[in-house]
């Protein structure tokens, strides 16, 4: 098992990508603690892990808040003795659109969550991280990659993630602490499946959106799940500092 003794806490835990990663992390042997806003899934979450001599636990919080991030990695660390892995996944699509459709408080709840998150995070688990030589796993973007239109604040936010990642990895690397960033493409997640609502038609608006992956279908939470278990494995002990698409080819084109 490649995370066999580790500790992992996964934010945005209760579904989609985040559920997946702390399932396969569970399966290659680590202790996990995932957390998010919804108590309801995070329970949901819970009872599919492996909880046999407490591997699992679930806290609520918002990432956003500097009280509740201190708060999750404090009570990782309690529960399980220290902390290995940090997967910073928790995000959200919300209230977004164009250049002048945008409105402020999409903006700010957007960047909060899905920039802001990810800085408290890596702030109050760098110390516990040092110890253990840990690392850090953010989920980005293709978007963080390339611009979409009506969708400015969440590429804003997704772009921060890939920088913050290249700085905080040069911060930690004298500490032999790796970071590194994955920018999925489209997944199929509860948040995509809203997203594409927007657009109008679902099976319309896929298979327009199609066109653009090479692979031609839309990827598994399990995709980016296994794509995350090989970044906080010792397999990737030479890797920091990398954005890597998993994405169908859409930024190959």
């Known amino acids: ?3 066999a003794d580790k500790i992992a806490l996964v934010t945005g835990g209760g579904t ?12 290659e042997g680590a202790r996990v603690a ?14 599919k892990l492996d909880q046999k001599g407490k591997k699992a636990i679930s806290i609520q919080g918002d990432v956003s808040r500097a009280k509740d991030a201190k708060r999750m990695v404090a009570e990782t660390v309690k529960t399980f003795g220290g902390l290995n892995i940090l997967v910073n996944n928790a995000g959200v699509v919300y209230k977004d659109g164009g250049t002048t459709e945008c409105q402020e408080e999409g903006w700010d709840v957007t ?12 702030k109050y688990a760098a110390p516990e991280l ?17 611009g979409f239109p009506r969708s400015i ?19 930690l690397a004298p500490k032999k602490v790796r970071v590194n960033c994955i920018c999925p493409g489209a997944v199929d997640t509860p948040m995509y499946q809203s ?15 199609l066109e653009d992956y090479p692979l031609s279908w839309v990827g598994k939470p399990e995709d980016i799940a296994y794509a995350a278990l090989y970044l906080a494995s ?20």
């Open 16 to 27: 989609g990508i985040g559920r997946a990663i702390a399932t396969v992390f569970s399966k």
């Open 130 to 146: 040092v110890k253990t030589e840990g690392n850090i796993v953010n989920i980005a973007s293709v978007l963080g990659l390339v």
């Open 195 to 209: 997203w594409i609502r927007k657009y109008g038609d679902p099976e319309e608006v896929e298979k327009k959106m």
């Open 34 to 47: 995932i957390t998010g806003r919804r108590k309801g899934l995070l329970e949901e979450t819970l009872s």
């Open 234 to 253: 010792d397999q990737a002990n030479w890797v920091t500092g990398v954005a890597l698409p998993v994405d169908g080819g859409f930024t190959a084109r």
């Open 111 to 122: 960047l909060n969550i899905n920039a802001k998150g990810i800085y408290l995070m890596c």
């Open 153 to 171: 604040a969440y590429c804003a936010s997704k772009g921060a993630v890939v920088n913050l990642t290249r700085s905080v990895a040069l911060d």
């Open 1 to 3: 098992m490649r995370l």
